[in-house]
Structure formats: C-alpha cells, structure tokens
C-alpha cells in the first residue's frame, strides 16, 4: 500500500466569452507544493470573488486559473490523504 499527502485548492468560477458555448459555473482542482500555498492562493481566490482584490492582481489571478473571461465564486484548500493499493486479480 502506498499513501500520500498533498494539498490542493478547489475553487469555483462562473466562465464567459469563450466563443464555444460553453458558458457556466464550473469547478477545478490544482495541487499545490505546501499547505501555506493552498491557503494563500485560496484566500486571493475569496478576495477576488468579494471584489477587495487590487484590480492588477485580480487580472492576474483570473487569467492564471479561468480558462477564458470570468470571475471567481469561492475557494477552500484542502489536504489530501491519498491510498493506492495494488488488486489482486
């Protein structure tokens, strides 16, 4: 058995303007290195879905992490505890 521990963010986005009509609410998952990672990019999230984010880290936050236009609704970090077992077969 193997087990892992890693830390991710989930956050979810209301997505516009992509051209493919594929507007709409959509959540996604990313790993980050540390838990310290995790909260600090969730938190950004939080503030730019609250609008209190500085409108140059908004942008950059949005256009790292929503595939087109579009704003974000909320995030959490969380940590993972990960166990991979091989069947028998």
């Known amino acids: 058995m193997n087990t892992s521990i890693f830390y ?3 956050y979810t986005y209301y997505q516009y303007n992509s051209g493919a009509a594929d507007n709409g609410r959509y959540t996604k998952r990313i790993r980050t290195a540390t838990p310290e990672e995790a909260a600090e990019t969730a938190r950004k999230i939080n503030l730019s879905a609250a ?3 500085s409108d ?3 942008h950059e936050l949005r256009s790292r992490l929503i595939p087109w236009d579009g704003y974000f609704i909320n995030a959490v970090a969380c940590e ?3 166990k991979r077992e091989q069947l028998s077969l």
């Open 8 to 10: 991710e963010i989930e």
């Open 51 to 53: 609008g209190q984010l």
């Open 56 to 58: 140059e880290a908004d």
């Open 80 to 82: 993972v505890l990960e």
